[in-house]
């Protein structure tokens, strides 16, 4: 068997893979008539698969959530690999300026750009996932994309309601790429207008430093006490100062299905009013940004 190709600098080399993609790729749209981009500019992060994070999240979310450990071995039986031996790797999709800018005027539906980058935007990000996993696994390293794998479910957590084996935020959360927001939302660098994505590989990378201890410091509600602009953007009252109700987020979404076939053409839904027109959509939120 070919020994993995040995890369001088690994970070680097996958920031720069991620980033070739979104960046260049005509694979990046929003399938409009103008063949608009679907994301802009994206950030990467790396964490340890031995991240005490990880095993936090088992507990707090429930003993179905994966560890890397479990859904790499889940992937590759006879691998012996220890938790150490492996990095995540996540990355955030920013939408981009016009985007951002339709979904601003919105009061109940999405608009056409944001309903298309939840469809196919999320379409690029399944592209960018299978992307990195063929272009490691040319240089014969083992990787999986943990929500691409057939063992891949949503359970219910005690806690938290439905949850999925594992979640692209708080992989991105653990790899230093932001914090959560009182919508749920994860604040990061590029604001909380984005997705993100994720693959577990048998790849020694530095972890990205995590500039905060707390899982929600970027949120100006749980930092000061202040803000609650995602609360007022919400049209289905599922935002409070309790957090975000899944199951009421959930009901509208489903009652943007009629809007946007009727609307927009094609099949899909969306919301992320929360998102935008908010103080943290495109950046970390400080109390100016209130005025
Ligand atoms: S809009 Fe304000 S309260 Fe809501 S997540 Fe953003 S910073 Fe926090
Ligand atoms: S996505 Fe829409 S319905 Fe769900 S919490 Fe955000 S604003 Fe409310």
Same mark, same amino acid.
């Given at each position: ?86 990095? &995540? ?5 920013? @939408?981009?300026? *016009? /985007?951002?800018?339709?979904? #601003?005027?919105?009061? +109940?539906? $999405? ?12 379409? &690029? ?5 299978? @992307?990195?996993? *063929? /272009?490691?696994?040319?240089? #014969?390293?083992?990787? +999986?994309? $943990? ?145």
């Amino acid at each position: 068997m070919k020994a993995v190709k040995r890369v001088k600098d690994p970070a680097v080399w996958l920031e720069t893979i991620i980033k070739r993609f979104i960046n260049k790729s005509p694979e990046n749209s929003l399938q409009n008539e103008k063949n608009e981009k679907a994301w802009a500019d994206p950030i990467v992060g790396f964490s340890s698969g031995d991240d005490s994070l990880y095993k936090f999240y088992k507990e707090d979310i429930g003993d179905f959530y994966w560890t890397p450990l479990e859904i790499f071995t889940k992937t590759f039986p006879r691998s012996r690999v220890t938790s150490d031996q492996l990095t &995540v790797i996540s990355w955030v999709l920013p @939408h981009t300026d *016009a /985007t951002k800018f339709d979904n #601003r005027k919105q009061t +109940v539906y $999405p608009s056409e750009r944001w309903a298309r980058a939840r469809i196919y935007g999320e379409e &690029v990000n399944v592209k960018l996932r299978k @992307h990195v996993v *063929a /272009t490691l696994r040319e240089s #014969r390293y083992k990787i +999986v994309a $943990p929500v691409l794998s057939p063992f891949c479910k949503t359970k219910m957590s005690k806690r938290y309601g439905f949850a999925s084996t594992w979640s692209e935020r708080h992989a991105a959360y653990a790899s230093g790429l932001g914090t959560f927001g009182l919508c749920d939302g994860l604040i990061t660098p590029k604001g909380k207008a984005m997705r993100c994505g994720s693959v577990v590989a048998h790849i020694k990378i530095p972890p990205t430093k995590r500039p905060y201890n707390v899982h929600n410091a970027y949120c100006l509600f749980f930092s000061n006490g202040i803000c609650k602009k995602c609360v007022q953007r919400c049209p289905a009252r599922a935002i409070t100062e309790k957090g975000h109700d899944k199951v009421k987020c959930e009901k509208h979404l489903q009652t943007t299905r009629d809007y946007v076939r009727s609307h927009f053409g094609f099949k899909g839904y969306g919301c992320g009013l929360c998102q935008t027109s908010v103080p943290c959509e495109s950046k970390i939120p400080t109390e100016k940004d209130l005025k």
